[in-house]
């Protein structure tokens, strides 16, 4: 109930963010019309509008972005008309004939049928949406992640239902303000004029960007820390496996084993693989044709640091016990939309010199059948199709192992489980972490999970805009762009030449995952730590004067430090081409 109640209150609270003022003239313009019959359809429509883009974030892609972005143009449209018809009913009436029907239902109370409301509240519900702060973030990242569910609709629910309950409340004392208004004109015509040139003022602020530019920096009405210090709250009150985002947790745990090896219980059955979007290295699998197999299920993507680390020991397994019965399957969900593309995962897994199936579980099918909670996941299945163990994050690799040998004995097959355990040495990204704890955590460049940024004047999402650097004045664990980007929801986009970024860690390793041009045109760029070359800190993919190439869209090791991680460092990136795409960053 409580995550609930939090949905709620986030959505109560987003009528009081400056990014919300341009649509309340919309909500205003009607407030002299009964609520039966016009407020309570437009607040129907705005849930609808709701209900239309949790639908697209379940589906997932990059093209629910620029789907959403036309859907807001057409809002625009939409209540532009409005707002003519009601400032000027003579201009109106020269329309073609279609708009004309369409802006006299929307602005004449004997025309209007239930439908010119209902329309109007799609238009601000489309509207509201890119406006709505972290909660609904939240929300919407859970759906794209683990798909429509009674949990994700309940909460989406709650949300609408709060920001409806303030668009209520707006309504009926904004007819009771028209009310007032009307006593003291001579005719309702002035109410009418004043609702339209405030509704023309609202689209012209909205079609500047004004309602996510400046208006977004002022402090008195902002909401969006109040929802983020809830969101945190929430995050670190909700275990892992009950929380909402909890798929999106990238784990690295060097917590000793708590269970002997030989006490395996049985905690399920190997679930339907149906769901793969595709394989590679072989054909389909089923868990019938599995059953006298030993599995190790191995839940990856590819941009993931923490995945990559353990690959050294799977591909070690993989081969070790692969004549005792052993099969490996790595099931590759995806973070990120461009490791949707089978094409890529198809390269990275030759890169990586992966040899064993892989299913593409693009739709998390196979991560739902699991109930999985993390990258990276290993469930160890016996020959009888039963899960007995489940281990997440790196290390513990010994344990992981003699479970291997124990459910291979097992089966029948301890005769050919060769003594002793793999220890393997990986090389750059593979690489083990450093001895000492990384106090710098994942910290994404989108919009949609960005936190940390520094830039002055905050975040344009979705738009082009100069940022100024401000590096110096970065304190730990702080980002900023410098040079003209767009920062969409999980990426930012270099639009020119010579844009960087900075970041203040503490940590031995730092990676970025990058892409390059749109057309997959290579960029470079120069990296620079406390404003030198790297050196001998330099990492897998730069040289020691800190040069490299993005030419594919991957994580790339920028600094790996000679003499460990214990201070504090300045890292910035120079792109010196335009197009460069950022994703996230890591640290190890």
């Known amino acids: 109930m409580l995550i609930l109640f939090i949905a709620y209150l986030g959505g109560v609270l987003t009528i009081l963010s400056p990014c919300i003022l341009p649509v309340l003239p919309f909500v205003f313009a009607r407030a002299d019309r009964p609520f039966r019959s016009h407020g309570l359809p437009m607040l129907v429509g705005m849930a609808l509008a709701f209900a239309m883009v949790a ?34 009913p003579r201009v109106a009436e020269r329309l073609s004939r ?58 989406l629910l709650a949300y609408a239902a709060g920001a409806c309950t303030s668009l209520a409340v707006a309504l009926l004392s904004g007819g009771r303000l028209l009310a007032a208004l009307k006593r003291t004109l001579p005719t309702g015509e002035g109410v009418r004029r004043i609702a339209g040139a405030a ?3 609202g689209v012209g602020a909205i079609a500047l960007g004004l309602d996510t530019g400046w208006l977004a920096r002022l402090s008195l009405g902002t909401t969006s820390t109040l929802e983020q210090a809830l969101v945190d709250r929430l995050r670190k009150d909700t275990p892992q496996a009950q929380r909402a985002d909890a798929g999106f947790m990238r784990v690295s745990d060097a917590r000793p084993a708590s269970v002997p090896v030989h006490n395996l219980r049985v905690e399920g059955h190997l679930p339907s693989l149906a769901g793969a979007t595709g394989w590679i290295n072989s054909a389909p699998l089923t868990p019938e044709a599995l059953r006298g197999k030993v599995v190790l299920v191995d839940f990856w993507t590819y941009s993931c640091i923490n995945c990559l680390r353990t690959l050294p020991y799977v591909r070690a397994w993989a081969d070790k016990y692969k004549d005792a019965g052993l099969v490996v399957l790595g099931v590759h969900a995806p973070e990120f939309a461009f490791e949707k593309n089978p094409a890529n995962v198809r390269k990275a897994v030759k890169d990586l010199g992966i040899g064993f199936p ?8 196979i991560w739902r059948g699991f109930d999985n909670q993390a990258w990276p996941a290993f469930y160890f299945v016996d020959a009888q199709g039963r899960i007995r163990h489940h281990q997440f994050g790196e290390n513990r690799y010994d344990k992981a192992e003699q479970v291997i040998q124990q459910l ?10 060769a003594a002793g355990l793999v ?36 975040i344009a999402r979705d738009r082009a805009k100069a940022y100024e650097r401000a590096a110096s004045s970065l304190r730990t664990n702080q980002w900023a762009l410098g040079g003209d980007w767009t920062v969409e929801a999980e990426r930012a986009v270099l639009n020119h030449a010579n844009g960087r970024i900075a970041y203040r860690f503490k940590a031995r390793d730092l990676h970025l995952v990058l892409g390059p041009m749109a057309d997959g045109k290579p960029v470079r760029f120069t990296v620079r730590v406390d404003g030198q070359p790297p050196l001998a800190d330099h990492g897998a993919d730069t040289d020691a004067q800190g040069h490299g190439v993005v030419d594919a869209q991957k994580l790339y090791q920028l600094v790996r430090q000679s003499a460990g991680g214990g201070r504090e460092r300045l890292f910035e990136i120079e792109f010196l081409d335009a197009g460069a795409q950022a994703y996230a960053f890591t640290f190890g």
């Open 55 to 88: 639908t697209l974030a379940a589906v997932g892609g990059g093209w629910v972005v620029t789907l959403n972005e036309y859907g807001r143009y057409a809002a625009m449209a939409l209540l532009a008309l409005f707002g003519a018809t009601l400032l000027f």
């Open 98 to 155: 279609p708009f004309v029907a369409l802006g006299l239902r929307m602005s004449d109370a004997r025309q209007a049928s239930v439908f010119s409301p209902l329309w109007l509240g799609v238009g601000t519900g489309l509207l509201w949406a890119p406006c709505a702060g972290p909660i609904l973030g939240l929300i919407l990242t859970g759906a794209a992640l683990n798909g429509a569910s009674v949990g994700t609709s309940l909460l």
């Open 358 to 365: 892989v299913a593409l579980d693009n739709d998390f099918s």
């Open 199 to 201: 509704v023309l003022a």
């Open 408 to 417: 291979l004995a097992e089966a029948g097959q301890a005769s050919n489980v």
């Open 423 to 458: 220890a393997p040495l990986g090389q750059g990204t593979q690489a083990a972490p450093g001895a000492e704890p990384a106090q710098s955590g994942e910290t994404y460049l989108g919009h949609a999970r960005a936190h940390g940024f520094a830039s002055p004047g905050g």
